[in-house]
Every structure is written in C-alpha cells, then in structure tokens.
C-alpha cells in the first residue's frame, strides 16, 4: 500500500526566506506526486506534479520540487516566500488506478 | 480551465434536515469524488463515480447518498446528518483514465450540523 509522510506539522519562516517542506512517500513502483496548496477555508490548489522525466518539477507560485528516488522523498522548495503563502501544504502519491493517498499536511506560517 | 465548482459554499443544518450539495465541471473529466475533510486533516476519500457509475464507497453512511447525473454533475445528498458530520466536503475531478491523472478540486461547503 502506498503511503505518504509529511514529518513537519509547522513550520514558520520569515517573509523573504527561502522554504523546504518535505515529504517521503511509500510505493513499490514508480509513483506519482502531487503538492497541494489549501488556504484556510478553501479547497485544494495543484501546485505541481510529477509523473516522469525531470526530476525537478517546476510549479505555481514560483514552487518547485525534487524527486529522489533513492531518498524516497519530493521536497517542495521555494527561494523567497511571501506572506500569501502562508497555507496548509499537502503531499499526495497516486499511481495507476489507485486512490490518491494524502499526508497529514505541513501548516506554513509566515513572519514578517 | 481547471475550475470546480461547488455549492452553497456554507450549509447550516439540523439533524432532522435534507439537503444537498452540488458540484460542477465542465473539463471533460470522467471521474469524480467527493472528500471530507475536517479541522487541520488531510482530505478523506468518500465517494469515487468513474463514467457516472459508482466505483468506490468507503464505507460511508447511508445518511450521505451521492448522485451522478451526467458527467459533469455530481450531487451529495444529506439527511438525518450528525453533529460530527460539520466539516468541509470538496469534490474533484479527474480524466478517469486511471493512469496519470491530476485531481482538480473545488472550494468545498462548509457544512455545520446543530
């Protein structure tokens, strides 16, 4: 069964600063990755994906992310965050016929 | 377009009510869901409809009956709700190919039980 762990639960950073949040998935095979975005109140904005190819996928709101496979990890990066990103970020994984399958998220908070 | 839509975007109800939510796209996708997702939680699967068809019911309570009208419509109906049933329910939709499909979801309602 694939799984997905986001081991952050909060993390503050201060505007301008640069960001990781990680995430560390569980599959047998080549899985696919998604990062969500989820203002509060709101639903759920695709950040970024992978499927395949480059390993370094690049997204929305000047988000990008890494697939290591030997780490089992896609680390969602940006260089300079913004007090509007401030949200709650979810890894997911899918794979062919499967349901997506979601961490427990990584709550962003943002300091001036 | 990438856009889900869902209403009402707030829904107050007793325990006695009936009511529905809504869900609308207009991508061309062929599989859609509906999530719940309460305070500071990922989202939980519900409902899965593949081509208007039922496909997935994780164990949910009959007092939520989902309904797939057409391929862009999908309904879920409330009824004899519980207090622990308040929390945001999102649809989304898929291509419903199965292979590398991208969930698109909606706002959500925000669904309070009294």
């Known amino acids: 069964a694939q799984s997905v762990t986001q081991p952050d639960i909060h993390i503050t950073v201060s505007e301008g600063a640069s960001l990781e949040l990680r995430c560390n998935y569980s599959?047998?095979?080549?899985?696919?990755l998604f990062w969500y975005v989820q203002s509060p109140g709101q639903g759920l904005q695709l950040l970024l994906k992978?499927?395949?190819?480059?390993?370094l996928v690049q997204g929305i709101k000047g988000f990008e992310a890494e697939f290591k496979r030997s780490q089992s990890s896609f680390n969602l990066r940006k260089p300079s965050v913004h007090w509007s990103d401030a949200a709650e970020y979810f890894c997911?994984?899918?794979?062919?016929?499967?349901?997506?399958?979601f961490g427990t998220g990584t709550r962003l908070t943002i300091i001036p | 377009d990438t856009e889900v839509t869902q209403t009402p975007k707030h829904l107050v109800m007793g325990m006695t009510n009936k009511k529905s939510l809504k869900c609308e796209q207009h991508?061309?996708?062929?599989?859609m869901y509906w999530y719940k997702q309460k305070a500071k939680k990922p989202p939980e699967l519900m409902f899965v409809?593949?081509?208007?068809?039922?496909?997935i019911n994780e164990s949910v309570p009959s007092r939520f009956s989902p309904e797939c009208p057409n391929s862009s419509l999908l309904n879920l109906h409330l009824h004899a709700l519980q207090p622990e049933d308040s929390a945001l329910y999102l649809c989304?939709?898929?291509?419903?190919?199965?292979?590398?499909?991208?969930?698109?979801f909606g706002p959500g309602t925000r669904l309070t039980v009294l």
């Open positions: 991508m061309g996708h062929r599989a």
């Open positions: 992978y499927f395949s190819g480059d390993t």
């Open positions: 997911a994984v899918g794979s062919a016929n499967e349901k997506l399958t």
């Open positions: 599959y047998g095979a080549t899985p696919y």
């Open positions: 409809y593949s081509y208007e068809k039922l496909s």
């Open positions: 989304a939709s898929d291509a419903g190919t199965g292979d590398t499909d991208t969930q698109y």
